[in-house]
């Protein structure tokens, strides 16, 4: 018998889209608008206030996501225990989410470590300035590594072939 599953699908389809659609909105526009800031030392003190403006969605956003997932695993139980491909294509999506959620965790406290040396001058949010400390200058460079990383994939990468299999 199909299971319709509205609430828990709506939860995670919406609770994933807040998710990315903050992540996307604070590291191009709110870090974008912070370094723009006239004082370099309020760069920092801008952006780490936005982000913190922000948590409370970000975290209501990874609940709605997780109970999404939770829900479709339980509402699907019977398919997942008769169709491997079912069971193989839930781990990825587990698999995928797990290093989402460790990304952002880590970006979290990446972005603790910054705001810790609030009022110091920094070029950008993710850059040091010259005058930067070691310790801000670390965690701008691994705040941005990723970042850079993950925009080289995506821009050198061939659009997807079609596959008979799925039409």
Same mark, same amino acid.
């Given at each position: 018998?199909?299971?319709?599953?509205?609430?828990?699908?709506?939860?995670?389809?919406?609770? &994933? %889209? +807040?998710?990315?659609?903050?992540? =996307?909105?604070? $590291?191009?526009?709110?870090? /974008?608008?912070? !370094?723009?800031?006239?004082?370099?030392?309020?760069?920092?003190?801008?952006?780490?206030?936005?982000?913190?403006?922000?948590?409370?969605?970000? &975290? %209501? +956003?990874?609940?709605?996501?997780? =109970?999404?997932? $939770?829900?479709?695993?339980? /509402?699907?139980? !019977?398919?997942?225990?008769?169709?491997?491909?079912?069971?193989?294509?839930?781990?990825?999506?587990?698999?995928?989410?797990?290093?989402?959620?460790?990304?952002?965790?880590?970006?979290?406290?990446?972005?603790?470590?910054?705001?810790?040396?609030?009022?110091?001058?920094?070029?950008?949010?993710?850059?040091?300035?010259?005058?930067?400390?070691?310790?801000?200058?670390?965690?701008?460079?691994?705040?941005?590594?990723?970042?850079?990383?993950?925009?080289?994939?995506?821009?050198?990468?061939?659009?997807?072939?079609?596959?008979?299999?799925?039409?």
């Amino acid at each position: 018998m199909s299971q319709r599953n509205t609430l828990v699908r709506s939860l995670h389809d919406i609770g &994933l %889209a +807040a998710w990315f659609g903050g992540s =996307v909105m604070g $590291a191009v526009g709110l870090n /974008g608008a912070a !370094a723009t800031v006239k004082d370099p030392k309020e760069r920092i003190p801008v952006a780490t206030a936005g982000w913190k403006g922000g948590a409370p969605v970000q &975290l %209501a +956003a990874f609940v709605a996501h997780g =109970v999404g997932d $939770a829900g479709l695993i339980l /509402g699907n139980e !019977a398919r997942l225990a008769g169709q491997p491909e079912a069971r193989a294509n839930t781990a990825v999506k587990l698999a995928l989410t797990f290093t989402a959620v460790s990304s952002s965790v880590y970006s979290g406290f990446l972005g603790a470590q910054m705001a810790a040396h609030a009022g110091r001058r920094a070029q950008g949010v993710t850059g040091p300035s010259s005058a930067s400390s070691s310790e801000l200058a670390s965690a701008q460079a691994q705040q941005q590594r990723p970042l850079a990383s993950w925009m080289k994939r995506t821009s050198q990468s061939q659009p997807p072939r079609s596959s008979r299999r799925f039409g």
